[in-house]
């Protein structure tokens, strides 16, 4: 006989949980490490795959009935309402001239983001746009560009909400085709106008440029989290790609701090940058962490994770290194997922999981401390309900003790790329597939 669940009533409306990303629910989720092995595995068949993760709304109206629902986007752009009860689609939405990519390298890779209000949910595509959909009949109130060259620069990163409006950013496609620049893009979620834009190459022009108007190539804000929202200030925290830097108006391999209103406020590169560079080793292969007003982190395709002063990035002025410490990733490879940090009474934690390992500092006297690792590779960590939820790329959905980093069971699923789980209500649920593989069929796991 299966165990019931108490499931509590709450949204996890983006990708991180939080408009800083932390990855990290505090509340009770009805899943406890006594039950979560009672869970049972149910697999929705999509029309594409889902290389992100879904969002959840619990108790919304939907064609005049009242559902919990999840809420996926596929690398083609087809965005999904499913049932989070029995997985029945709700409704879908399939962008104009679809047939126009599916199946090629024209792809998105963003998590979808839900307005506080709950009415409405907002998308990426292939074609280089973000729409406005109704939560309740998946009909769309606008289309709004947020690259100029669609076929060359990819929306890759979680759009973001914050202070009504929506934060997209932009980078190039893999193999790195020219022309395309990073760029971040401000939204009114009411009407679909371009507030703000920030690019990363050409940074003293302020409109959304095309590519090859700009002499300088590449700088992609393509990390998992996009573009982070710091607590209390808007402020937003953006990581880039390879590209040329100058500390002027080209940011290649750069941490930036943006003003609300997406002007430069802080600053920080590698020494190395050129090298960087040169080696096609993204320090922006993932965004920033926000672990306090004072810190973040920043991980990188070099294997490491740089802790940073927020003060020592003040300003427009360059800043080149003085990094106040460098950790090895988990397994010494390349970071490509977002790490999550954990709130845990007084005590603050960092766990990233790589190719090929999972690792937790403990964050002390300023410091990364590591309190355990283990050799088990992973996507983007997820903190729920008190365990720590890491899915592993060849299949498998691990659960841990945070603190001790003991495992307490392994769900059952098929492999993937970049998908990271969500868990809420008394439910999971998972994304399988590769954007890679650009098939036009995928799997969505939920496991109550």
């Known amino acids: 006989m299966q165990k019931t669940i108490a499931a509590s009533a709450q949204d996890w409306t983006r990708f991180g949980w939080d408009a800083r990303r932390s990855n990290d ?3 009770s989720t009805g899943i406890t490490a006594a039950n979560v092995g009672s869970l049972t595995r149910q697999q929705v068949h999509l029309p594409g795959t889902v290389d992100s993760s879904p969002i959840y709304l619990h108790g919304v109206s939907v064609h005049g009935a009242t559902h919990d629902a999840f809420f996926v986007t596929t690398t083609y752009g087809i965005t999904l309402a499913i049932d989070a009860e029995n997985g029945n689609i709700l409704w879908r939405w399939t962008p104009p001239h679809y047939s126009d990519w599916a199946g090629s390298a024209q792809i998105t890779t963003a998590t979808p983001v839900a307005d506080p209000g709950r009415k409405w949910i907002y998308a990426a595509s292939p074609d280089g746009r973000i729409q406005k959909l109704s939560v309740a009949t998946g009909h769309v109130a606008w289309r709004r560009f947020v690259t100029n060259a669609p076929r060359s620069e ?7 909400f914050d202070r009504g409006h929506v934060i997209a950013t932009t980078g190039g496609y893999i193999g790195d085709a020219p022309p395309y620049q990073g760029h971040v893009v401000v939204v009114a979620a009411r009407n679909g106008r371009v507030l703000h834009v920030w690019n990363s190459l050409c940074s003293n022009r302020h409109g959304l440029l095309f590519p090859t108007t700009c002499p ?45 209103k997406a ?39 070099d294997g490491k994770i740089r802790l940073l002063s927020m003060r020592r990035l003040r300003g427009t002025r360059p800043h080149k290194g003085r990094e106040l410490q460098v950790v090895s990733t988990p397994s010494g490879t390349d970071l490509f997922t977002a790490p999550a940090v954990w709130r845990s009474g007084k005590r603050i934690w960092l766990i990233a999981a790589d190719g090929g390992g999972t690792q937790a500092w403990s964050l002390r006297g300023g410091r990364l401390h590591s309190v ?50 969500i868990v809420t209500d008394g439910r999971v649920a998972l994304p399988e597939g590769d954007a890679n593989d650009h098939a036009t069929s995928g799997v969505l796991d939920i496991w109550r």
């Open 216 to 260: 300088a190539n590449g700088s992609a804000i393509w990390g998992r989290a996009g573009a982070v929202v710091v607590p209390g200030s808007g402020k937003l925290l953006v990581a880039t790609g390879n590209a040329a830097w100058n500390g002027r108006t080209n940011w290649g391999d750069a941490v930036l701090v943006l003003s609300a």
């Open 154 to 160: 990819k929306i890759a990163g979680s759009l973001n």
């Open 25 to 27: 629910d505090p509340r």
């Open 372 to 421: 355990w690792r283990n050799g088990n590779g992973g996507t983007s960590p997820v903190l729920a309900g008190g365990l720590l939820w890491v899915y592993n790329l060849g299949g498998g959905l691990r659960v841990y003790e945070p603190a001790s980093g003991k495992l307490v069971t392994t769900l059952s699923s098929g492999g993937g790329h970049w998908n990271s789980p």
């Open 263 to 301: 002007r430069l406020a802080g600053n920080y590169t590698p020494r190395n940058t050129q090298q960087l560079n040169v080696q096609d080793i993204d320090l922006g292969s993932t965004s920033p962490v926000y672990l306090t007003s004072k810190l973040i982190a920043q991980g990188g395709k």
